[in-house]
C-alpha cells in the first residue's frame, strides 16, 4: 500500500541516489508505490534527488532509456510534474502530453506515465489540504474539489520550461543550503513552490468595486507595516485581508502604483534604511538585515544599494560618523 506523506518526519529528509537498475530506482521514492518498465534500448541509467519537507515533496528525476510508469501517488496528495528534458515523446494515461500541459495526477489515479526517451523532470507532490486553502485564498473558489479527476492545465511552451528550472535551482538551492528550511523559512518554500505550480489554475474571482479595493488597500498596508519582521507571503495577505488574489494586486496596484510584492519590498528596505540612519548600541548591519527578514545578506545589501543609492554599511557608517 502507499504511504501518506503525513506520516513522513517532519523535518527535511533528502534521498538520492544514482541506479543501474529499474526496479530500485521505482522503488527508492519515499510514500511512493510504483513499478516501472523500459522502453527502448540500451543499458538503464537512472538518477533521483528527493527532498521530503514534512508536507511536500520537491523531486528531480532522470533516466535513459525510456520508463513506463505505473502506480500510485503518496495518500492524500496530487503530484505533479515538469519536463526540463524529453528526447522522446511523453504520455498520461494513455494520451499524450501536449506542449506546456502540466503532468498531474491524484493519488487516486495510476500514474500511468510513459515517457519513450530520456527524460529530466521535476516532481512535486502537494497534500491536499493545503492546495484546497491555496485555491480558496489565491483564486476564490469556496471549496476547492480536491477528489476530482486530474486535471490539463497548461501554458505556454516557455514558461512550462522556467517554471521547471525555476523548481530545479529552488532544489539545489535547497540541497547546498538545507538552512534555508530552518524554522519560518519551510512555509516560505512551500510557498515558492505552490505558486510555480498552482499560478496555473484559472482565477474564478468576480473583482471587488472600487471602493472595496480602497478599503482591501489600507488593509494591505496595516498588515504589512505590522509584519515587517515576518514577512507574509501573498496566500497570508490574501486570508488577512479576505481578498483574493487578483483583487489584492489589483488593489495595491491603484493604491501604491505597485503590487503588493514590491511594496512589502520597499518598506523593509526603508525600515531597514531607519534602523541605519538611527544605530543605538546593538545595531549592525547584519541584526538589522535579520531583523526585517533579509535572510540573504548579498541580496539584501544589493536591494539597498537599487533603493537608496549606497550600501547598507555605508548608510551606517554615516551614521556613526565614521
Not at 516501472?36 to 533516466?63: D, K, S, T
Not at 483564486?139 to 490539463?152: A, E, H, M, T
Amino acid at each position: 500500500m502507499p504511504a501518506s506523506v503525513e506520516g513522513q518526519s517532519t523535518g527535511p529528509h533528502l534521498v538520492e541516489g544514482r541506479f543501474d537498475n529499474i526496479d530500485a530506482m521505482a522503488a527508492s521514492p519515499l510514500a511512493w508505490n510504483q513499478e516501472y518498465e523500459q522502453i527502448g534500448r540500451g543499458r538503464f541509467e537512472g538518477h533521483l534527488i528527493q527532498l521530503l519537507m514534512g508536507r511536500l515533496q520537491l523531486a528531480r528525476v532522470l533516466w535513459s532509456p525510456g520508463v513506463l510508469q505505473r502506480g500510485a501517488a503518496p495518500i492524500g496528495t496530487w503530484v505533479f510534474g515538469l519536463p526540463l528534458a524529453a528526447e522522446g515523446s511523453l504520455h498520461v494515461r494513455r494520451r499524450p502530453v501536449r506542449p506546456g500541459e502540466l503532468i498531474a495526477a491524484t493519488s487516486h489515479d495510476d500514474v500511468g506515465f510513459t515517457a519513450t526517451g530520456p527524460t529530466d523532470a521535476m516532481v512535486v507532490v502537494m497534500p491536499t489540504p493545503l492546495i484546497d486553502r491555496w485555491v480558496q485564498a489565491r483564486r476564490g473558489v469556496d471549496k476547492f474539489n480536491v477528489d476530482l479527476p486530474s486535471p490539463r492545465w497548461q501554458v505556454p511552451t516557455e514558461e512550462m520550461k522556467r517554471r521547471a528550472s525555476a523548481l530545479c535551482g529552488l532544489l539545489e538551492s535547497l540541497t547546498s543550503e538545507p538552512d534555508h528550511l530552518a524554522g519560518a523559512g519551510l512555509s516560505k518554500v512551500e510557498e515558492r513552490i505552490f505558486d510555480v505550480i498552482l499560478d496555473m489554475i484559472p482565477s474564478a474571482e468576480v473583482i471587488e468595486p472600487l471602493h472595496n479595493r480602497a478599503r482591501i488597500a489600507r488593509e494591505v498596508l496595516k498588515v504589512l507595516k505590522e509584519r515587517l519582521d515576518d514577512p507574509p507571503s501573498i496566500t497570508d495577505l490574501c486570508i488577512a485581508v479576505g481578498a483574493r488574489e487578483r483583487t489584492l494586486h489589483l488593489s495595491c496596484v491603484e493604491a501604491f502604483g505597485r503590487p503588493p510584492a514590491t511594496l512589502l519590498a520597499e518598506l523593509r528596505l526603508n525600515a531597514a534604511h531607519r534602523a541605519l540612519s538611527r544605530p543605538v548600541r546593538e545595531t549592525s548591519v547584519t541584526s538589522v538585515a535579520v531583523l526585517y527578514g533579509f535572510a540573504h545578506f548579498g541580496r539584501f545589501a544589493a536591494a539597498y544599494r537599487r533603493q537608496f543609492g549606497e550600501l547598507p554599511s555605508v548608510t551606517f557608517a554615516k551614521a556613526r560618523g565614521v
